[in-house]
């Protein structure tokens, strides 16, 4: 009797554990919900199987949802939103390359785009000094306008893709990481075939569906006070077992 209550009080704490897990990703994605390009995610569980019994279940790990977000104008010409597949490739403080749909882009000191976290923008050119305003095409080529009124094209920006976007790694800062599994990162042009087009003065918004959060973030809670009471009633009925014993 006490191995099967000792197996019941195992596979609540693991639900508890999972539950939340569970709860960190999606108070996460409630608290990105006005985070430019922030792609929602969600958690991934297992069954655990010992010889066909069931051991309860565990965190599989956490998808990305790569749905795309609805764009609204901005009056920053620095503002570039991706419409389709394909993210801005970023350097990250180690070397290391990391990928984002946040097209909120500024000049730091140096005359460097720069993601909001100060990332510095992978691409080909440079903003030269006097611009007076900038401009993107769909394809990616940067103009800049000088005060005198004269335009010229000073870089191309591409983009980068993934076979698999779900399996992307979340570095934080809305960054991602590629990973085994989602394959190497594939760069291109913009407005080529499989990669997206970019659209300036414009914002990606999060893809964070708000009601459909708030209701998970509801059974969730529903779920973990069942969990609990489980394990509380286990506990108990250990505890009397034990006392019937050195009766």
Known sequence: MLSSLFHTLNISRRDIVGQLNDLDVTSNNLANVNTAGYKTSRTNFQELLDQQIKEGNKVAGTQMLPIQGTFKTSDNPLDWAIQGDGFFSVTLPDGKIGYTRDGEFKLDMDRNLV???GYPLVWDGSIPEGTKTVSITPGGLVN????DGTSQTVGTVELSRFTNPT????YGENLWMETTTSGAAQSGAAASENFGTITGSTVEQSNVDMSQEMTHLITLQRKFSMSIKAFQQT???ISQ?????KA
């Not at 399996?167 to 979340?170: D, F, G, I, K």
């Open 241 to 245: 077992a034990i006392n019937l014993r």
């Open 167 to 170: 399996a992307l790694q979340n």
């Open 115 to 117: 993601t909001a976290g």
């Open 144 to 147: 800049a306008v000088a005060e």
């Open 235 to 237: 506990d108990t009925m």
